[in-house]
Structures are given as C-alpha cells and as structure tokens.
DNA sequence: GTTGAGCGTT
C-alpha cells in the first residue's frame, strides 16, 4: 500500500504511465493511490521528489494495468479536486525510457487512441493550455519557473564559490579597505543611530523611505553574508554573532 | 511558512 516507488520501477511490461499534475505540494503517492485505485488496477505510483529538498515537485506518475482502466482515471479524475487543487490526470507522454515504449508503442497507441476519443469533456478552464501550448511555439524555452528555483540555487552555489575565491584573491586590498569602510561605516551608523535618538521630524520622513530603497539594505545585507561566508562556512547569521563580530569596532574606535 | 503549469525512481 505504501511501498510505491521504494524499489524502484515493479514492472512496465504491461502498463500505462500516467501523469498526474497539479497535485499539491504536500500530496504523496499514499493520497493518490486509493484515488486511482477506484478506477482500475494501480501497478506503481511515483511521485519525483527533489534530491536536494525532497520534497515534491507538484507532479506525479500513476501506472495502470490496463488502459482502458487508466483511460477512464483520466476523464474521472483530471479536474477532480485533491487536496484542495485541481490535478490534471493525462497520459505520460515521455517515459523513463522512452525507446522503450517506442518499441512497445503501446503507450503512444493508447495517447492517440485517447486524444481521438474524448478530452471533450474536461471543466478545466483552456487558457492554461492555451497558454503552454501558446509558450511552448512561442519560446520553446523555459518550461517552469519551479524549476528556476532549483537552477537558481545551483547558481547560488557557483556563485558563493566564485564570491569566496574572489575574496582570497583580494584579500589584502579588501582588508585594508574593508577597514576603512568599516569605520565609516561605524560613524555613519553612529550618525544615524544619534539622528534617530533626536527623532527629528525631516530625519522621520527620510527614514521610511530608506525602509523601501532595496539599494541600500541589500548592500549591507551582502556585505555582512560576504564576510559570514569569509569567516565562516556557516549560512545562518545570528544577530548575537553579528554583535560579537561589531564588538571589536568600539574598541578599534578607543585605539583610534 | 513560501513556489508552479511540469514528464519518472533502486
């Protein structure tokens, strides 16, 4: 009942892939399962989770027995409402080995017999597929914006690398000017610390303004993960260590 | 705590 897609792939001799999208986040292969299973023999449920994550990317896969069976999974639960979203129940254009079922050919015998027999009926509003379909000519690119997420982490990753070289490699202008700016920055603060303690009406009216400007908070922020990343390997930046790390600029300020 | 319109695993 539950141990779906834990040894892998049971046995695609004789079964349809269906592909189940829309799902929810948080729906798994156990909450699809017995709704499936109302409709014909369920071989397999799969849900592609994400490696690093794990958790789901918002699609999963159904094999069938029996196409007929699969086929009328299809028209009774595309647009059916699970776990509060609407899934789109439709036959697995690309399988997990797509020579193979060329060689079958039976899943694409079943697509075309299913597109020629209804996919009349379906409540689910058009433009989304108009707008894949629409995308899909007009771009060919950039398939999902889910899918960024990942491609954007990964360039995250490269990138703290690169950000981290970068600072060894300048490291020494860096500190001497590193040092500076931190002093700087320090009487700015001071400064700004001290017209906020007069809580001027003109200071008052400038300060919600710097609240919205994303130049100047982003700039700090970066600075401060730079540094972190420098110091340390780890991530999370706690306010407690950021006042240690300030603790020696009162006292640089006394040497000064 | 979050997103999205997508095709798969030991």
Redesign the pocket.
Known sequence: MSHF?R???PD?RDTY?L?V?????RTTADDLYPLFDKYGKVV?V?I?RDRRTG?????A?V?YKYADEAQKAVDRLDGRNVDG??I?V?F?????NAERISQKGRIVEVVTKTKGRSRSRSPRPRT?DDY?DR??RRRSRS????RG?YERDRHYDRERDHHRRSRSRSISPDRGRGRDRGRLADERRSSRSRSFDSASPARRSYSPRRSVSPRGTPRGASDDDKRSNGRSLSRSVSPKGRADSRSPSPRNSGED
């Open positions: 897609g040894s892998g792939p695609i892939s592909l999208l829309n799902i929810s986040f397999d799969f592609p958790e789901s990317r918002g699609f896969f094999r979203r609407n789109m439709q697995a254009k690309y399988g997990p989304r894949r995308d899909y398939r999902s914006r889910s997420r």
